[in-house]
């Protein structure tokens, strides 16, 4: 174990102990960053709450924020997260409210919208009547657009590609079982998961699928294959997230999330599956000293940037010789840069 107390590069990680050999294995993934990345780091901050610790903050106001199209409800209430997800996001029910909603940000300053809601019984967020709207947003307020999605068919993927969205972000799923007993769809599997990353790369997206870690009640279980399936498919780039059990059912709520260095070992392992890729920590993690250790080991297995970064982080990236970037943006924009 190695101790950050006698380095002291920051006072809130004096008692954090990380694993040598793990750190020295997770070295594979630094090295893969710096040959195709440089050392640039983003430190993403989103509008959709303010957050600030001792050495990072967003000095601006938001610039983007999210669009729920069902409010807090979601048919499928999955374990994992029983629709609380969607509280923190703005409520837009209709294409009126929606148009409504995103002139009145406009006005506000917000640049860029993600826009996207409960599912269905089939796992399929309902965007369809919202696309002419997305559009206009696009043509008329000029805003970054990006849709969060459930399942896809043809249809969506090409509708999605007529509103002129600008990123398609989707919850990749490795594991029969979890699709079953977390999701709530036992009448589907892998294989519609990879339909739609299929649908969605044929049609010309830039794509930005989510692997949660620890889906399966804090379990690792189809992190691995998420990957592989998604690394056929060239994405714009991955985001990683961490199951956050106080989201979600009572069962979740009784059980810990994964290890931070299971964690870690899916992170090194999207890493050296997209070496040409951004690799980016998402904002869904759990808090408190964890999550100390977890944004460290991610820096170390080479990530592109990290959403929301524990305090001291920023200040040790830099010790790593890193170059901080702030940016008031969704992490899904990581591609942009």
Same mark, same amino acid.
């Given at each position: 174990?190695?101790?950050?107390?006698?380095?002291?590069?920051?006072?809130?990680?004096?008692?954090?102990?990380?694993?040598?050999?793990?750190?020295?294995?997770?070295? #594979?993934?630094?090295?893969?960053?710096?040959?195709?990345?440089?050392?640039?780091?983003?430190?993403?901050?989103?509008?959709?709450?303010?957050?600030?610790?001792?050495?990072?903050?967003?000095?601006?106001?938001?610039?983007?924020?999210?669009?729920?199209?069902?409010?807090?409800?979601?048919?499928?209430?999955?374990?994992?997260?029983?629709?609380?997800?969607?509280?923190?996001?703005?409520?837009?029910?209709?294409?009126?409210?929606?148009?409504?909603?995103?002139?009145?940000?406009?006005?506000?300053?917000?640049?860029?919208?993600?826009?996207?809601?409960?599912?269905?019984?089939?796992?399929?967020?309902?965007?369809?009547?919202?696309?002419?709207?997305?559009?206009?947003?696009?043509?008329?307020?000029?805003?970054?657009?990006?849709?969060?999605?459930?399942?896809?068919?043809?249809?969506?993927?090409?509708?999605?590609?007529?509103?002129?969205?600008?990123?398609?972000?989707?919850?990749?799923?490795?594991? #029969?079982?979890?699709?079953?007993?977390?999701?709530?769809? =036992?009448?589907?599997?892998?294989?519609?998961?990879?339909?739609?990353?299929?649908?969605?790369? #044929?049609?010309?997206?830039?794509?930005? =699928?989510?692997?949660?870690? *620890?889906?399966?009640? *804090?379990?690792?279980?189809?992190?691995?294959?998420?990957?592989?399936?998604?690394?056929?498919?060239?994405?714009?780039?991955?985001?990683?997230?961490?199951?956050?059990?106080?989201?979600?059912?009572?069962?979740?709520?009784?059980?810990?999330?994964?290890?931070?260095?299971?964690?870690?070992?899916?992170?090194?392992?999207?890493?050296?599956?997209? =070496?040409?890729?951004?690799?980016?920590?998402?904002?869904?993690?759990?808090?408190?000293?964890?999550?100390?250790?977890?944004?460290?080991?991610?820096?170390?297995?080479?990530?592109?940037?990290?959403?929301? =970064?524990?305090?001291?982080?920023?200040?040790?990236?830099?010790?790593? *010789?890193?170059?901080?970037?702030?940016?008031?943006?969704?992490?899904?924009?990581?591609?942009?840069?």
């Amino acid at each position: 174990m190695i101790s950050l107390g006698g380095k002291n590069p920051h006072p809130s990680l004096e008692d954090v102990e990380l694993e040598q050999e793990l750190l020295e294995e997770l070295q #594979e993934g630094f090295r893969i960053r710096l040959e195709h990345f440089g050392r640039d780091i983003l430190f993403h901050s989103p509008g959709f709450k303010h957050y600030q610790v001792e050495d990072f903050s967003i000095k601006t106001g938001p610039k983007f924020v999210d669009i729920s199209i069902t409010g807090k409800n979601c048919e499928l209430m999955c374990d994992h997260c029983a629709s609380k997800i969607l509280w923190h996001m703005i409520p837009a029910t209709t294409p009126e409210e929606l148009w409504k909603v995103a002139n009145e940000l406009k006005l506000k300053g917000i640049d860029g919208l993600l826009i996207s809601g409960g599912s269905n019984k089939d796992g399929v967020v309902e965007l369809h009547p919202f696309l002419k709207t997305m559009k206009r947003v696009k043509e008329e307020l000029g805003m970054f657009v990006s849709c969060h999605v459930g399942l896809v068919d043809r249809e969506l993927s090409e509708g999605l590609v007529e509103a002129r969205v600008d990123a398609v972000l989707i919850d990749i799923i490795g594991d #029969e079982e979890t699709i079953a007993q977390v999701y709530k769809l =036992p009448h589907k599997s892998t294989r519609d998961y990879e339909e739609s990353l299929r649908l969605l790369k #044929e049609a010309g997206h830039n794509l930005v =699928p989510h692997v949660i870690i *620890g889906l399966h009640y *804090g379990e690792i279980r189809g992190e691995y294959r998420a990957i592989d399936m998604i690394a056929q498919y060239e994405p714009s780039a991955l985001v990683l997230v961490v199951v956050m059990p106080y989201f979600g059912k009572a069962r979740f709520q009784l059980l810990p999330p994964p290890k931070v260095e299971e964690s870690a070992k899916v992170i090194l392992y999207a890493r050296k599956a997209l =070496p040409k890729r951004p690799v980016v920590i998402g904002c869904a993690r759990p808090a408190g000293p964890e999550r100390v250790k977890f944004d460290l080991y991610a820096l170390h297995a080479g990530v592109n940037g990290i959403t929301f =970064p524990a305090e001291g982080v920023f200040t040790y990236a830099r010790e790593m *010789g890193l170059n901080p970037v702030v940016s008031p943006n969704c992490c899904s924009t990581v591609f942009l840069h």
